[in-house]
C-alpha cells in the first residue's frame, strides 16, 4: 500500500525553467511534509518542509506547495540549475507518534544546460 | 558540526554471514531512525530508537534483524543470516528531538549479499 506516491519518475527541464514536482499521498492523518533530494551514492540531503497548517512555504529556488483537499504537494524550483539534477523524494509523517517517515519513489530530475 | 557518520559505507557478505552496520548521528542528536532502500524503491522506514530504548520497530523483518542504541557508541543495525534479498542501501537519520523535526541522513551503507 503506497501511501505516497510520485507518478512521474524521470523529468526533464531546460536550464533556467521551472522545475515542478508532484507527490500525492492517501493518508489524511498526514500533517507534515519534506522534500528530500539525493545525487547517486550519497544520502538523502533535506531541502525544504511545511507543516499541514500552511499552504505554502518557501526557501531560495525552492517553494513547496500543499493542497490539502486534493492531498497533493508540488516542489517548484526556479530557475532551475544543473547542479540540481538528482533524484527527489517526497515524504510524509504524522506529527505524532514515532514520526517516521512515508517516502515516496523518487523523480529523477534532470537539468539540461 | 559533523553530519550523520555511516560505517561501512560499503560491505559485502555471503549468504548466511552476519552483517553489522554503525550510525553515529550528528552532535546534540538523540533519536536516531533507519531505513532501507532497494534497488528503484523510496526509503522504506524500518525502526526507531531513542539512547537504550527501541521506540518503533514496525517496519523491521520479525526475523534476523536487530538493532540498538547504546547510551555509549553508535547505533547498529544488525542482520544475521544474510540472504541476498537483504542487499540494499541502508541510511541512518537522526533528529534532536521527538516530534517532526527534519531528519538527517548520513551517506549509507551499501550492503552487498553474494
Known amino acids: 500500500d503506497q501511501q505516497v506516491k510520485q507518478n512521474s519518475p524521470s523529468l526533464s527541464v531546460q536550464e533556467g525553467r521551472i522545475s515542478i514536482l508532484n507527490c500525492d499521498y492517501t493518508n489524511s492523518m498526514f500533517d507534515y511534509f519534506l522534500w528530500y533530494k539525493k545525487y547517486p551514492a550519497e544520502g538523502p540531503t533535506f531541502l525544504i518542509s511545511?507543516?499541514?497548517?500552511?499552504d505554502k512555504n518557501e526557501d531560495g529556488r525552492f517553494t513547496v506547495f500543499l493542497n490539502k483537499s486534493a492531498k497533493h504537494l508540488s516542489l517548484h524550483i526556479v530557475p532551475s540549475q544543473p547542479g540540481d539534477s538528482a533524484v527527489y523524494f517526497c515524504a510524509a509523517a504524522v506529527n505524532s507518534g514515532t514520526y517516521k517517515y512515508i517516502f515516496g519513489t523518487g523523480t529523477r530530475l534532470k537539468v539540461l544546460a | 558540526n559533523a553530519g550523520v557518520m555511516q560505517n561501512p559505507r560499503h560491505l559485502v557478505r555471503r549468504r548466511g554471514q552476519e552483517a553489522r552496520l554503525r550510525c553515529s548521528p550528528m552532535?546534540?542528536?538523540?533519536?536516531v531512525y533507519w531505513y532501507r532502500q532497494l534497488p528503484e524503491e523510496g526509503l522504506k522506514f524500518m525502526v526507531y530508537?531513542?539512547?537504550?530504548?527501541?521506540?518503533?520497530e514496525s517496519g523491521m523483518p520479525k526475523e534476523r534483524f536487530s538493532a540498538e542504541f547504546p547510551k555509549e557508541g553508535p547505533s547498529i543495525l544488525r542482520i544475521q543470516q544474510v540472504v541476498r534479498g537483504d542487499s540494499a542501501a541502508y541510511f541512518c537519520a537522526s533528529s534532536p528531538r521527538r516530534g517532526a523535526d527534519t531528519q538527517y541522513f548520513g551517506p549509507g551503507t551499501r550492503l552487498t549479499v553474494l
Open positions: 552532535k546534540g542528536h538523540s533519536h
Open positions: 530508537l531513542q539512547k537504550e530504548n527501541i521506540i518503533d
Open positions: 511545511i507543516s499541514s497548517i500552511k
